[in-house]
C-alpha cells in the first residue's frame, strides 16, 4: 500500500499538462476522433492542429482527473487529444468513468504506467509534503552538498512552480529532457540530495535543476494557484472569473471539506459511476 501511494504521488508530479497552449492556437474541431479505434477518421491536416494534454488518474484523485478534462473540453474549440495515464489497476475504472458519462465524446487514449521505470529513481523515504513550496532554490536543495554546490546555483535563486508548464516537446526529445531528469533522481538515491524533508516531493527538485535558466514565464492567470493552502482565504468572485486555470495545490481540496471556491470546481465535477470518489461536501 505504501508503494502504491509512493506511485501515485510521483504520477501526479511527473507527467506534463501542456493546456496553456490552447489559448494562441486558432484551430477548431473538425472531424475527430472520439474513441481509440477509429484512426481512419483522423486527416494529416487534423493530426498536424491536433494538441495532446497528458492527465494523470491517479488513484486516489481519479475525480480530480476527470473534472480537468471536463474543464478543459467545455472550454475549447481546439482538436484535443487526451492522453488518460493510471496504474494497470485502474485502467478499467477509467475507461468506465469515461465512456459511461459526459465525457464518452472527447478524443481519448490511456496509457498504462509502469512503475519500474522509477526503480532506483525514488527514495524509500519519498513523499510528497503538501504545504511545504519553498520560494527558493535553498527550500528545495540540500545545499550541504557538494554536488549541489558545483551546479553554482545560488540558494536564494527564485524557484518555480511546475505544477502547470508548457513544453515545446520537439525540444523537450532534442535536449533529451526525461534523461536528464532520470539522471538527478538516481544520483537523489545515490547521495540524497533532495529529502522528502525539503518541499516539492519527487520531482519538483530536479526539474528546477534541469530547467534552471532554460525556461519563461506564462501569464500568471494561466496558474492562480495556492487554492487549497487555506480554507479561510478567498479571492474575489471578479478576479476568478478572469483566471484561465485554477491550482488547488495544497492540503485543501475542493472534493474534500473544508476548501475554498469549490464551487467553481464542482461545476465540472462529473459523477463516478462506480460511486467510488465522492463530494465531502456538507451540501453535496
Not at 234 to 258: C, I, M, T, V
Request: aromatic share 10%; charged share 20%.
Amino acid at each position: 500500500m505504501a508503494l502504491l501511494r509512493k506511485i501515485n504521488q510521483v504520477l501526479l508530479f511527473l507527467l506534463i499538462v501542456t493546456i496553456c497552449g490552447i489559448l494562441y492556437k486558432k484551430v477548431h474541431r473538425g472531424t475527430v476522433l472520439r474513441n481509440e479505434t477509429d484512426d481512419d477518421s483522423e486527416t494529416p491536416e487534423d493530426m498536424e492542429d491536433e494538441i495532446p494534454v497528458v492527465i494523470c488518474a491517479a488513484a486516489g484523485r481519479m475525480g480530480a482527473a476527470m473534472a480537468a478534462i471536463n474543464s478543459i473540453y467545455s472550454n475549447t474549440d481546439a482538436n484535443i487529444l487526451f492522453y488518460v495515464v493510471g496504474l494497470r489497476n485502474t485502467l478499467s475504472r477509467i475507461r468506465k468513468w469515461i465512456e459511461h458519462s459526459k465525457l464518452r465524446e472527447i478524443n481519448f487514449k490511456i496509457v498504462e504506467f509502469n512503475p519500474m521505470v522509477l526503480k532506483g529513481k525514488i527514495r524509500p523515504d519519498s513523499a510528497r509534503p503538501e504545504l511545504l513550496q519553498p520560494n527558493t532554490y535553498m527550500g528545495y536543495l540540500d545545499y550541504r552538498k557538494k554536488t549541489i554546490k558545483d551546479l553554482g546555483i545560488s540558494p536564494s535563486t527564485c524557484s518555480f512552480n511546475p505544477g502547470v508548464i508548457v513544453a515545446n516537446m520537439t525540444e523537450w526529445k532534442h535536449q533529451r529532457i526525461t534523461k536528464q531528469l532520470e539522471k538527478w533522481m538516481q544520483k537523489n538515491v545515490e547521495e540524497n540530495l533532495y529529502s522528502s524533508s525539503l518541499g516539492g516531493g519527487v520531482a519538483t527538485s530536479p526539474m528546477l535543476i534541469v530547467f534552471h535558466g532554460k525556461y519563461s514565464t506564462i501569464n500568471p492567470l494561466w496558474h492562480i494557484r495556492h487554492l487549497g493552502w487555506n480554507p479561510d482565504t478567498r479571492y474575489s468572485e471578479h478576479f476568478l472569473q478572469e483566471a484561465k486555470l485554477l491550482h488547488w495545490n495544497g492540503r485543501h481540496k475542493p472534493w474534500d471539506f473544508p476548501s475554498v471556491h469549490n464551487d467553481l470546481w464542482e461545476s465540472w465535477f462529473v459523477p463516478d459511476p462506480a460511486g467510488i470518489f465522492k463530494l465531502h461536501h456538507p451540501n453535496s
